[in-house]
Nanobody, 121 residues
């Protein structure tokens, strides 16, 4: 049972990037899926979350209008489409599951290794 975040890389300010969260060994559609990010020395913060049904998303204020989370149950993935990227979006991005899109990070599980996003010219 594993969650794997992928798709990170180097992108210029104003650019776009799509991250994917893939589940191995279980059905991702049974869970709410949160995307999080962390900069070294700072607390991990939630970027967005999508309900298990996919009909509700909960973006952080900094993500509204720029980041979109969606699910593809056929592929057993949840994607995070990021646009208008800024240098301050540079972080390691993680995905994790929960029964609901709660705000308590400790309620999420199967964090995986994360994927590094670097926004720089």
């Amino acid at each position: 049972v594993q969650l794997q975040a992928s798709g990170g890389g180097l992108v210029q300010p104003g650019g776009s990037l799509k991250l994917s969260c893939t589940a191995h060994g279980f059905t991702l559609g049974d869970y709410a899926v949160g995307w999080f990010r962390q900069v070294p020395g700072k607390e991990r913060e939630r970027v967005s979350c999508i309900s298990n049904s996919g009909d509700r998303t909960y973006p952080a204020d900094f993500a509204k209008g720029r980041f979109t989370v969606s699910r593809d149950d056929a592929k057993n993935t949840v994607d995070l489409q990021m646009s208008s990227l800024k240098p301050e979006d540079t972080a390691v991005y993680y995905c994790a599951i929960n029964t609901i899109c709660g705000t308590t990070l400790f309620a999420y599980s199967y964090w995986g290794h994360g994927t590094l996003v670097t926004v720089s010219s």
